[in-house]
């Protein structure tokens, strides 16, 4: 009688362990042509249209992902934002590459995002989500990421065509995948 019990309770030691861990892990890869480790998560963050700016059905809205990336070049970090747009049948979006057209929303309140680069010949940080969107890096600092993994509140606002912002909020709540990001890339403290 007690031999099957030993089994389920291994197994429900199991799943207690793994509970807690982030839904999306952080991913470290060796660019082989430039040397250049790239830390990101295994998936970017998936952002939809804030409810009050859904002007067509789910489905056919455009999506926002982004990611957090540290770049290592032999022990020289730096740190962007990656940010990937799908459009869709809704309204159009501007250049996300101009001035101003992106702005990341935290509790705190809004911050400019500015255009940042990838090093030069590193490879891409993500996979296009789609071949036809819109993709960029933005320059991020460590105190940064450090309050977007602190917010309650994650926002982007991207400007459209016509000049008016459109509010793209996560799917999911960011906080656990990017905590895990930071304790991941050693820049937790302090």
């Not at 861990?21 to 804030?50: C, S």
């Not at 010949?121 to 996979?127: E, L, P, S, T």
């Not at 940064?144 to 016509?162: P, Q, T």
Request: charged content about 20%; aromatic content about 6%; glycine content about 12%.
């Amino acid at each position: 009688m007690r031999t099957p019990l030993i089994p389920v309770v291994f197994l429900l030691g199991l799943a207690a362990g793994c509970a807690g861990q982030p839904t999306v892990k952080p991913i470290e890869v060796l660019d082989q042509r430039t040397g250049i480790t790239l830390g990101t998560i295994k998936e970017p963050i998936e952002l939809m249209p804030a409810p009050d700016n859904l002007l067509v059905t789910h489905r056919r809205g455009t999506f926002v992902y982004l990611g957090p990336v540290e770049w290592n070049r032999s022990g020289d970090l730096s740190y962007g934002l990656w940010i990937h747009i799908a459009p869709g049948n809704d309204k159009p979006l501007g250049d996300i590459r101009a001035a101003g057209a992106v702005t990341l929303i935290l509790d705190e309140g809004p911050s400019t995002l500015s255009l940042g680069e990838a090093p030069k010949n590193a490879g891409d940080a993500y996979k296009l989500v789609v071949s036809w969107g819109q993709s960029a890096y933005f320059g991020v600092t460590v105190d940064m990421l450090r309050r977007m993994a602190a917010s309650s509140k994650l926002g982007l606002d991207v400007r459209a065509v016509d000049g008016s912002l459109i509010r793209f909020s996560p799917t999911l709540d960011t906080r656990a995948t990017l905590q895990g990001y930071l304790q991941a890339r050693g820049i937790t403290g302090d």
